[in-house]
């Protein structure tokens, strides 16, 4: 049987395992990348390529990257790819329908949670935010909804304790990435089983907005911690201190004594007060440094008992 001709469509890190796991797997050709185009970044505003663009030049795989999939021009374009499948993973554009439609098999999709729950452009971080105890990844069958299709493969993944967002995305891509290729091979054979998402426990992770990152000391240590992990590393929660930004990347919910004005520093090894409780900052980044363990971050300008964070 001739390999299943395949157009990758990705964006983010969360999308280079899947890339991997396809190039590397027998019988299927990756004949084209799609991906977000390059986009002005550092002091310089040099083009950066997305972490796909670059890994599909690596291995010589053609790339496009149009603004928009809309126009008849770039419909026709990707028709002439003549792709049994499409593979989608984090890619950032909304999919017409007639580029749905165009694959002998369809398209398939990566998704960063259990669905229903979660769908939208943040599964991942609002799942953590939530202080979800399981997430995981589906394979769903896309169709013209917004994560709506119907679910052709799904594993769970429990969530540790002290877990970020981005290593929780880093373990779901790995798990997701066999899963793609095992759910191409079995829809090729007709062995694939579709089974439509229930209505009931459909949730949506909104973006994440920037007037979300700022820490309210306010807020029970138990928020806070959740929040702190699902924006770390990127954007970051962050707070204040002497008029300068530092994000917190890391912490940990502990008791501390009560009547302490949320936000203060209550030793010096960073316990924070909090509305309810305190946390225990275990990784910190001032503005255009490094980020750095609390004992690392104490050595330069130590922040000392009785500080305010605002």
Not at 296 to 304: A, I, Y
Request: proline share 7%; hydrophobic share 45%.
């Amino acid at each position: 049987m001739a390999d299943l001709r395949v157009v990758f469509m990705g964006t983010p890190d969360f999308a280079v395992p899947t890339l991997a796991a396809l190039r590397a797997a027998d019988g299927i050709e990756v004949v084209a990348v799609y991906s977000q185009p390059p986009r002005q970044a550092g002091r310089g505003k040099r083009l950066r390529l997305t972490p796909i663009h670059a890994a599909a030049l690596v291995h010589d795989i053609p790339v496009y990257t149009p603004a928009s999939l809309k126009s008849a021009e770039a419909q026709a374009e990707f028709h002439a790819l003549a792709a049994d499948a499409a593979v989608v993973v984090a890619y950032g554009l909304i999919l017409p329908a007639a580029i749905l439609q165009a694959p002998r098999l369809g398209c398939f999709n990566l998704h960063g949670s259990l669905l229903p729950r979660w769908r939208g452009a943040a599964p991942i971080q609002r799942a953590l935010m939530a202080g979800d105890p399981v997430t995981g990844v589906c394979i769903m069958a896309m169709d013209e909804g917004l994560d709506t299709g119907a679910v052709l493969l799904r594993a769970e993944q429990s969530i540790a304790a002290e877990v970020t967002a981005g290593v929780l995305a880093d373990q779901l891509a790995e798990m997701g990435a066999p899963m793609m290729v095992e759910a191409l091979r079995r829809a090729a054979g007709g062995q694939l089983q579709a089974r439509a998402q229930p209505k009931a426990g459909a949730t949506y992770a909104n973006k994440i907005e920037k007037s979300e990152a700022r820490i309210d000391w306010h807020r029970p240590a138990v928020e806070l911690d959740r929040l702190i992990r699902g924006l770390s590393p990127s954007p970051g929660a962050w707070c204040e201190w002497q008029g300068a930004r530092i994000k917190v990347l890391l912490a940990r919910p502990e008791t501390g004594p009560e009547g302490a004005a949320p936000g203060t520093v209550l030793d010096e090894d960073l316990l924070i007060a909090c509305g309810s409780g305190a946390l225990r900052l275990l990784r910190l980044q001032r503005s255009g440094r490094q980020a750095l363990a609390s004992a690392d971050f104490q050595r330069g300008s130590p922040l000392q008992p009785g500080d305010e964070l605002q």
